[in-house]
């Protein structure tokens, strides 16, 4: 069964940076697309950013300019890149294919606060 397991988070003041990385354990970034989601406390999971096959990509639009979604198949692992952080930001971020459909990571908390 494959498990994520998603490491980077942290606290970080508002307009700062965190790369988190979500490593996969079986090979399966090659077939199917991937998304980076997020749960903030009292709120719904929502899609953050998601990334096909091919490297094209799609941004929930509070965060376009700001996160950048990679992969890297050979790893079987996905980054996500974010810059300019804000408080609402702070949240608990998961890996998943997109759509979801495999067994939920613990996620990595971001806490964006000064």
């Known amino acids: 069964q494959v498990q994520f397991v998603e490491s980077g988070g942290g606290l970080v003041q508002p307009g700062g940076s965190l790369r988190l990385s979500c490593a996969a354990s079986g090979s399966i970034f090659s077939i199917y697309a991937m998304g980076w989601y997020r749960q903030a406390p009292g709120q ?29 198949n050979a790893k079987n692992t996905l980054y996500l890149q974010m810059n300019s952080l804000i408080p609402e930001d ?4 998961y890996c998943n ?18």
């Not at 950013?49 to 929930?60: K, W």
């Not at 702070?90 to 971020?93: C, G």
Request: hydrophobic share 35%; glycine share 8%; no cysteine.
């Open 44 to 72: 719904q999971r929502e899609l953050v950013a998601r990334i096909s096959r091919d490297g094209s990509f799609n941004y929930a639009d509070s965060v376009k300019g700001r996160f950048t979604i990679s992969r890297d």
């Open 90 to 93: 702070t949240a608990v971020y």
């Open 97 to 114: 294919t997109y759509p979801p459909f495999l067994v939920w990571g613990r996620g990595t908390l971001v806490t964006v606060s000064s």
